[in-house]
């Protein structure tokens, strides 16, 4: 039996990365990933781990060395952040487009301007549409359960595309925490070698990323998205695994005293932590309040979340960057909720809330403070999103 | 019909749409693409073989005659030759809708 210890949550996820048996890490340092990608850098020159370090001179060139490498058969690694990610993105495209497993960790961060090295979730967002698939970690042990999670999901026959660990920067990335680091061996037999359907090989040349001519284009796109959305079922069975496997039990979409709440709070990744204690203090005072937050943002797992939060009168819904959308709409995790709300023909109360932007602290009065709002608001009062601790 | 003309059902593609049998673009019917097809006036043409030199898909072939014949399946049309031809032997015609 593994035993608690505490650690880095960075410094865990690369261990984790470690025992994956990964045969490629080609990254390029930016805060606040760094960590991640100095501790795989020692254990690759330290000779803890028998894989390809690549120090690439910009995002840019580390998610082509990882196609490249993913291409050739190579289970691969990378992590970035913010302005790393928005170099990258480009090329992240190809990636999914290629359908390339290989695993990234992204410390969320605020993008720039103004510079802002601290935490929110401005690259999680534009990243939604790059085609990967987007797990959200809440706290270390999770970072550190995702990763092989992650690997499995992206290499399974059915799924085969690249997928992101997100971790929020600073108040997950560099905390602390107590984590059981899994045997190696327990992790060789969750996760099989790696075997590439497709690979770059001189004995049965392939050619990969042709020019795709109208005639194929929509095609291509098509094919792309089963996959992804394919892929949903195949990532809450790969948390079935693990948890029968580990005793760690993950869902696509969690709840936190839901059952009778009249109030829900929508959050990821580590604000969650706050959401939950600031839901205790109000369950204290008799409020019926509950927090909902998302496992997976790529594929949205639509129905789990609905049947999450169909019960509630007020949904208070949490959004992590700037929309700039024009102020007549929700920001983006609002909107995709309310897009679910609108199928369904189901019209609870709903106030959009943008907080924590750039790493300024939402507090457990901070989200008292939202939870009243809604339940005071009368129809059409609350808007489309507001900002919260925004000094007038 | 689905190698000339890269038409296929989505659930078909390769993974990523990658190509698995290498140099097979010259499977693919860029003849499809065409608008006007180059005629050669045989009793104009010199045998000069300009045409051949300047066409850029190389779709022509020298005959048992000497004449250069045009590879319909490849031409995309693009009258080059026809611009080249020093003695106005090519004529662009307009390709009949089916």
Redesign the interface.
């Known amino acids: 039996m593994s035993k608690r210890v505490g650690v880095e949550v960075s410094i865990a996820c690369a261990d984790a990365v470690g025992l994956c048996d990964v045969d490629v890490v080609a990254a390029y340092p930016i805060t606040p990933q760094t960590h991640i990608v100095e501790h795989l850098s020692e254990l690759v020159a330290e000779g803890h781990l028998d894989a390809e370090f690549v120090p690439v001179e910009s995002e840019h060139s580390a998610m082509s060395a990882c196609i490249g490498s993913a291409a050739a058969g190579a289970r691969t690694f990378t992590s970035t952040s913010s302005q790393g990610y928005a170099l990258m993105s480009e090329i992240c495209y190809i990636a999914s487009s290629l359908r390339l497993p290989m695993v990234m960790a992204v410390a969320n961060r605020a993008i720039s301007a103004p510079i802002s090295i601290w935490n929110d979730h401005a690259d999680l967002m534009f990243a939604r549409d790059v085609g990967w698939i987007q797990l959200i970690g809440e706290y270390g042990q999770e970072v550190v359960d995702l990763i092989p999670i992650a690997f499995r999901i992206g290499e399974d026959k059915r799924v085969l595309l690249p997928v992101q660990v997100n971790l929020d920067g600073f108040t997950l990335s560099h905390v602390i925490e107590p984590i059981i680091m899994p045997e190696k061996a327990e992790i060789q037999k969750f996760l099989p070698p790696y075997k590439p359907q497709l690979r770059l090989d001189p004995e049965n040349p392939v050619t990969m990323g042709p020019v795709g001519m109208p005639e194929v284009y929509t095609e291509a796109r098509k094919a792309q998205d089963e996959a992804l959305n394919n892929s949903k079922a195949v990532i809450q069975e790969v948390f079935d695994e693990f948890g029968k496997q580990f005793g760690r039990q993950y869902k696509l979409v969690e709840t936190y005293k839901t059952e009778d709440a009249e109030t829900i709070i929508f959050s990821m990744g580590s604000i969650s932590q706050t959401a939950m204690s600031a839901v205790d203090h109000m369950r204290s005072q008799g409020k019926k309040v509950g927090v909902v937050r998302l496992r997976v943002f790529r594929p949205f797992p639509a129905k789990e979340l609905f049947d999450a939060i169909k019960g509630a009168k007020n949904l208070v819904i949490l959004d992590r960057v700037t929309a700039f959308n024009g102020g007549e709409i929700s920001a983006p995790v609002a909107l995709e909720i309310k897009s679910v709300l609108f199928d369904r023909k189901h019209h609870p109360k709903v106030g959009n809330f943008l907080v924590g932007l750039g790493g300024r602290d939402v507090t457990v009065q901070n989200f008292e403070e939202m939870v009243e709002k809604v339940a005071a608001a009368k129809d059409g009062e609350l808007g489309p999103y507001q900002f919260i601790n925004v000094r007038e | 019909m689905a190698k000339e003309?890269?038409?296929?059902?989505?659930?078909q593609?390769?993974?990523?749409?990658?190509?698995?049998d290498?140099g097979n673009a010259s499977q693919l019917k860029t003849g499809d693409w065409r608008a006007m097809r180059p005629v050669t006036d045989r009793e104009k043409c010199t045998k000069c073989g300009q045409c051949y030199v300047y066409c850029p898909d190389m779709v022509y072939t020298k005959d048992a005659e000497g004449y250069y014949v045009q590879n319909y399946y490849w031409c995309k049309g693009c009258g080059i030759c026809a611009k080249e031809c020093p003695v106005d032997a090519i004529t662009m015609i307009m390709e009949e809708v089916d």
């Not at chain 2, 003309?5 to 659930?11: A, E, H």
């Not at chain 2, 593609?13 to 698995?20: D, E, P, R, V, Y």
């Open positions: 003309t890269g038409i296929v059902s989505w659930k593609l390769n993974l990523g749409i990658a190509i698995t290498p």
